[in-house]
């Protein structure tokens, strides 16, 4: 059994910075790509930014791209997610997501591809 756990998230005001951590644990468990995804009251999961360990490659959504950074270490299966220049919109609850098996780079920002997810953690930026 693979175990996916969130951590750092809370209140920030708008402008301001913070970093998710998540760690994926499992007697045999060695991920392929993990991700951070988020989804908003009323709204869709969505992708936000993923690192595929083997191409040592990321990707970021678009609204994402220059404010935060994804980093982490295959070994560990740990992942993290520095966020900074935050703003109200940015306000979810973040997933953290693991995939075992290779997948295309179309499937990256996919929900549907990922194999492990963690219970999630709240983001609240204020204005």
């Known amino acids: 059994q693979v175990r996916v756990v969130e951590s750092g998230g809370g209140l920030v005001q708008a402008g301001g910075s913070l970093r998710l951590s998540c760690a994926a644990s499992g007697r045999t468990f060695s991920s392929f790509a993990m991700a951070w995804f988020r989804q908003a009251p009323g709204k869709e999961r969505e992708f936000v930014a993923a690192?595929?360990?083997?191409?040592?490659?990321?990707r970021y959504a678009e609204f994402v791209k220059g404010r935060f950074a994804i980093s982490g270490d295959d070994a560990e299966n740990t992942l993290y997610l520095q966020m900074n220049s935050l703003k109200p919109e940015d306000t979810a609850v973040y997933y953290c997501a693991a995939r075992d098996d290779y997948f295309s780079s179309s499937d990256v920002p996919e929900p549907e591809r990922y194999d492990y997810w963690g219970q999630g953690i709240q983001v609240t930026v204020s204005s």
């Open positions: 690192i595929t360990w083997m191409l040592a490659s990321t």
